[in-house]
């Protein structure tokens, strides 16, 4: 009789150790672990996500001409789908050092979505307007355009064959109201005038 005790309480140890084993074996294991070679994970990681579309950008000839001195813009999150532009006023020259002001004093709002991607391989950096291109443009705006209204920022991304190649620049129109009210005509349309400025890639730079 005792020796039928020990082999019950004996077996009774054995199938305890043995649910505690397969227990611990149940919570160690891991998604990782228990997915078939070939899935994969339902949320893209963030590094596949870094794509999209530019956006055309506008700002009115009337805070155009508000700008000073030179203009830093610097690329600024709206949401999740779209990118903008603010800009910095230089404070002048000294000693070789250009400074500026603390807070942004100007931004450009959204005209249009553009056929211009970004993705692996292109640099978002800042973006200099230069004194004598910002002075250009006002020669043109007075005399060439007088009925503009609007001054357009079309994205472009410099071809990796070419010198500064993956940076986003933009280049600079002149457009009227109606122009801006037709949403869905992308520029170039008959309402816009190409002036040749852009935005300089800054570093690494190239001048005007």
Same mark, same amino acid.
């Given at each position: ?50 794509? +999209? ?16 001195? *030179? ?49 692996? +391989? ?11 291109? *910002? ?30 190649? +993956? ?9 009227? *109201? ?8 992308? #520029? ?15 570093? #690494?730079?190239?001048?005007?």
């Amino acid at each position: 009789m005792k020796n039928l005790s020990s082999l019950v309480n004996l077996s009774v140890f054995f199938i305890s150790m043995a649910l505690v084993f397969i227990a611990c074996n149940s919570n160690n294991s891991s998604p990782a672990n228990s997915a078939t070679p070939n899935s994969t994970s339902a949320t893209a990681s963030p590094a596949t996500q870094l794509t +999209g579309n530019l956006d055309t950008l506008y700002m009115s000839v009337e805070d155009f001409k508000k700008l000073k001195n *030179r203009v830093v813009f610097r690329f600024y999150i709206m949401d999740s789908s779209h990118l903008t532009l603010h800009g910095w006023f230089g404070r002048g020259q000294h000693t070789q050092k250009w400074t500026f002001d603390t807070l942004n004093n100007t931004s450009l709002s959204l005209y249009s979505q553009s056929k211009v991607t970004y993705g692996p +391989g292109d640099y978002f950096g800042d973006l200099l307007l230069h004194d004598t291109t *910002r002075q250009r443009l006002d020669i043109m705006i007075k005399y060439s355009n007088p009925k503009a209204i609007y001054v357009l920022f079309e994205p472009e991304v410099i071809p990796a064959s070419e010198p500064f190649g +993956g940076q986003l620049i933009y280049n600079i129109s002149l457009t009227n *109201r109606e122009a801006i009210l037709k949403s869905a005509s992308m #520029p170039p349309n008959p309402f816009t005038t190409p002036t040749g400025a852009k935005t300089n890639p800054c570093p #690494p730079g190239s001048g005007e």
